[in-house]
């Protein structure tokens, strides 16, 4: 589904919701979420929103930032100042 940049992660209401999580995670912050296909918007249908937030945000909270060389760095660092005065 192509948005013109616009790239929601949608996780509907029958939803296996730790496969979300994972999902979410994974297109969210691939390569510290500079590719083109990266997830900007995460849309969670309202009944299984909360179940969400539980599973995704130890996932999020566990991401280590810091120089991409370093053992247990898992993102690492902007492309270029622009990125970096954007996040």
């Not at 937030?53 to 100042?81: A, D, R």
Request: proline share 3%; with cysteine; aromatic share 6%.
């Amino acid at each position: 589904l192509e948005l013109g940049g616009n790239a929601p992660f949608i996780v509907f209401e029958d939803a296996d919701i730790k496969a979300a999580a994972i999902g979410a995670l994974a297109s969210k912050f691939r390569n510290s979420g500079q590719t083109c296909v990266c997830a900007n918007r995460i849309l969670v249908h309202e009944s299984v929103l909360e179940e969400f937030v539980e599973e995704f945000m130890p996932l999020v909270t566990s991401l280590k930032v810091g120089h991409g060389l370093e053992e247990g760095v898992s993102q690492g660092p902007l492309i270029n100042q622009q990125g970096f005065e954007k996040a």
